[in-house]
């Protein structure tokens, strides 16, 4: 929040503003992503409790992997 409160109250450049805004949209996008990715891997979690490790065929660790990877984190 201290970028968001220097943007707000602070004389600053153009530039600069712009600089702080694309960063933060980053950091809101990525924080955005990190929560659907979460609530993903929590709801396969809670499947394959109750499927035996397996989920339509393919293990939980394989398909865990491959969302981790689409989300780039592999």
Known sequence: MTAWGRMQ???MK???RATIQVALLKYCELDTLDGVVA???EKFTR???YSGEHL???GYKK???KILLFAGWL
Do not use: R
Request: charged letters at 15%; aromatic letters at 12%; glycine letters at 16%.
């Open 39 to 41: 609530g993903v891997l």
């Open 56 to 58: 339509g065929g393919f």
């Open 9 to 11: 109250f602070t004389e």
């Open 47 to 49: 499947l394959t409790v």
């Open 63 to 65: 398909l865990q992997s």
């Open 14 to 16: 153009d530039v600069e």
